[in-house]
């Protein structure tokens, strides 16, 4: 597989479908999945009823909406504004798990009206933008658009340009309109195009810096990377548009989830030469051994890596044993973002669990640097071997709830709010894990097992509230194939 080329002069960066081929649709065993992406035989399959998706603007968005220093202007009517409150929450919940000084987020919108898709809206965008610097002195803006400013074909781009000329800051345009692609995750790699394109500086020097590309999740990497003398820099929450300068200056990138940061990893290493660390997650033991080896092997450090692996393992073994006695036999479903998922799925059954089955948002058969260890499913399905009853299933609840009706396992993990209540409301066990960092690494598993102990241990909740809820699909839908909507076969058998 061959790595995707970055163009830094392109305004916008290609979406997935094209650039690596991504897909929202399959329905099979994990191991038929792999063994379809790696042939080159994946196709997308389109479903003829979908309930909802996501939208990569609202991707792009949590990523530059925190930023400590920078504001935001989203190009759009005022209700794509709607999530400003829960980018806002997640932002001060987020600063205070950093020690950081509580502020509210800078966020902007440009108001789309009708008459605005008649007439354009260019002139509300520069408006907009100067207000948002007097406001509250950014040192940089992103500027998102939307369906609507991309449908009336705004020239967001010249604007951004004669704004940065005006302002003396970066202004910077962010193309993510969710009606391009059925990709959300597009929209990480659009934040990430507009912070490579107008933030990041070439580098005048090399430092022990090691970016980390993750969510919001708590610090696991100070003490870790300490050990090996290296200070974390996490990006791009949180960060500062100094830091953000300066990320072509670190020893390494380090990727907390593939499909959040394919872009951003490949772009640094192909631009500025930072390498990027290619490994499987470190979820698991075994996933956690080749992690860190390959992190030796970025920066040099083999034999201090080594020692690492082994006292820590030392450590976490008697334990790991106990828990694996307790969690035998045990049955559980997981929903989950990608690669983030596929991680979730090494590290359940690294703990003694019978993975059912996996509704996973999308699928990448290739990441941005066209290097196959970064398969976290391929591993995991290498590793431990193959799942059934696994659905790429674009967040249709519509399928998972079908699915948890038939499985009916003892726990599901959950990795969005939005899925998390399914379970519930049918009785099973649920768990909701925010903190991408929860499960990183040896410690990792311990911790996994047990929050996933408390959860099946106290399970009156969930089963008090499948006897008064109750749900909005009917028994002639719960009674049907759950694929009924996806257009038949989703893979080639044949291989």
């Given at each position: 597989?061959?790595?995707?080329?970055v163009?830094?002069?392109?305004?916008?960066?290609?979406?997935?479908?094209?650039?690596i081929?991504?897909i929202?649709?399959?329905?099979?065993?994990?191991?038929?999945?792999?063994?379809?992406?790696?042939?080159?035989?994946?196709?997308?399959?389109?479903r003829?009823?979908?309930?909802c998706m996501?939208?990569s603007?609202?991707?792009?968005?949590?990523?530059?909406s925190?930023?400590?220093?920078?504001?935001m202007?989203?190009?759009?009517p005022?209700?794509?504004?709607?999530d400003f409150?829960?980018?806002?929450f997640?932002?001060?919940?987020?600063?205070?798990?950093?020690?950081?000084?509580?502020?509210?987020?800078r966020?902007?919108?440009?108001?789309?009206?009708e008459?605005d898709?008649?007439?354009?809206?260019?002139?509300?965008?520069e408006?907009?933008i100067?207000?948002?610097?007097?406001?509250v002195?950014?040192?940089?803006?992103?500027?998102?658009t939307?369906?609507?400013?991309?449908?009336?074909?705004?020239?967001?781009?010249?604007?951004?340009?004669?704004?940065?000329?005006?302002l003396?800051?970066?202004v910077?345009?962010?193309?993510?309109?969710g009606?391009k692609?059925?990709i959300?995750t597009?929209?990480?790699?659009?934040a990430?195009?507009?912070?490579?394109?107008?933030?990041?500086?070439?580098?005048?020097?090399?430092t022990?810096?090691?970016n980390?590309?993750n969510?919001?999740?708590?610090?696991?990497?100070?003490?870790?990377?300490?050990?090996?003398?290296?200070?974390?820099?996490?990006?791009?929450?949180?960060?500062?548009?100094?830091?953000?300068?300066q990320?072509?200056?670190?020893?390494?990138?380090?990727?907390?989830?593939p499909t959040?940061?394919?872009?951003?990893?490949a772009?640094?290493e192909q631009?500025?030469?930072?390498?990027?660390?290619?490994?499987?997650?470190?979820?698991?033991i075994?996933g956690?051994?080749?992690?860190?080896r390959?992190?030796?092997?970025v920066?040099?450090k083999?034999?201090?890596?080594?020692?690492?692996?082994?006292?820590?393992k030392?450590?976490?073994l008697?334990?790991l044993?106990?828990?694996?006695?307790?969690?035998?036999?045990?049955?559980?479903?997981?929903?989950?973002?990608?690669?983030?998922?596929?991680?979730?799925?090494?590290?359940?059954?690294?703990?003694?669990?019978k993975v059912?089955?996996a509704?996973i948002?999308?699928?990448?058969?290739?990441?941005?640097?066209?290097?196959?260890?970064?398969?976290?499913l391929?591993?995991?399905?290498n590793?431990y071997?193959d799942?059934?009853?696994?659905?790429?299933?674009?967040?249709?609840a519509f399928?998972?709830?079908?699915?948890?009706n038939?499985?009916?396992p003892?726990?599901?993990i959950?990795?969005h709010?939005g899925?998390?209540?399914?379970g519930?409301k049918?009785?099973?066990?649920t768990?909701l894990?925010g903190?991408?960092?929860?499960?990183?690494?040896?410690?990792?598993?311990?911790?996994?097992?047990?929050?996933?102990?408390?959860?099946i241990?106290?399970?009156?909740?969930v089963?008090n509230?499948?006897?008064?809820?109750?749900?909005p699909?009917?028994?002639?839908?719960?009674?049907?194939?759950?694929?009924?909507?996806?257009?038949?076969?989703a893979?080639?058998?044949?291989?």
């Open positions: 597989m061959s790595k995707c080329r163009n830094l002069e392109a305004p916008e960066v290609p979406i997935r479908e094209v650039r081929g991504s929202t649709g399959f329905e099979g065993t994990a191991g038929q999945l792999v063994k379809c992406a790696k042939a080159g035989m994946l196709r997308e399959n389109s003829s009823f979908s309930q996501g939208c603007s609202g991707n792009a968005f949590c990523q530059l925190m930023i400590q220093d920078a504001a202007v989203n190009h759009a005022v209700g794509c504004a709607g409150f829960t980018f806002n997640v932002y001060r919940v987020g600063q205070m798990e950093r020690n950081l000084p509580p502020v509210i987020g966020y902007f919108s440009t108001n789309i009206e008459k898709t008649i007439f354009g809206a260019v002139q509300k965008l408006e907009t100067r207000k948002a610097f007097d406001r002195r950014p040192k940089a803006i992103f500027v998102t939307s369906c609507a400013s991309g449908i009336i074909g705004d020239d967001v781009e010249s604007v951004t340009e004669k704004m940065t000329e005006e003396g800051i970066p910077a345009a962010c193309f993510c309109e009606f692609s059925k959300w597009t929209g990480f790699d659009s990430y195009h507009a912070i490579v394109r107008k933030i990041v500086k070439p580098p005048k020097k090399k022990n810096k090691i980390v590309i969510f919001w999740g708590s610090d696991v990497f100070s003490e870790l990377l300490g050990k090996l003398g290296y200070e974390p820099t996490y990006i791009v929450p949180f960060s500062t548009v100094a830091q953000l300068e990320i072509s200056e670190a020893a390494a990138t380090i990727q907390i989830c959040l940061g394919s872009y951003l990893g772009a640094l631009v500025y030469g930072v390498p990027e660390v290619k490994a499987p997650l470190a979820y698991g075994a956690t051994d080749a992690w860190f390959e992190l030796g092997k920066l040099g083999e034999a201090e890596v080594e020692e690492i692996i082994s006292v820590e030392a450590k976490i008697p334990q044993e106990e828990y694996r006695a307790k969690l035998k036999g045990k049955t559980c479903y997981v929903t989950a973002g990608a690669a983030h998922g596929h991680a979730l799925l090494a590290l359940l059954q690294e703990l003694g669990l059912q089955g509704a948002f999308h699928h990448d058969p290739v990441y941005d640097n066209g290097d196959p260890r970064s398969d976290m391929e591993h995991t399905v590793t071997g799942i059934p009853n696994y659905n790429v299933c674009n967040k249709q399928e998972l709830v079908n699915i948890l038939r499985v009916r003892d726990l599901m959950a990795r709010g899925m998390s209540l399914w519930a049918l009785g099973i066990p768990l894990i903190d991408e960092h929860l499960g990183f690494g040896y410690q990792g598993l311990l911790n996994y097992a047990e929050r996933i102990l408390e959860t241990d106290n399970k009156e909740f089963t509230l499948a006897k008064h809820s109750t749900m699909y009917t028994q002639w839908w719960l009674e049907q194939n759950p694929y009924t909507f996806l257009g038949g076969c893979h080639v058998k044949s291989y």
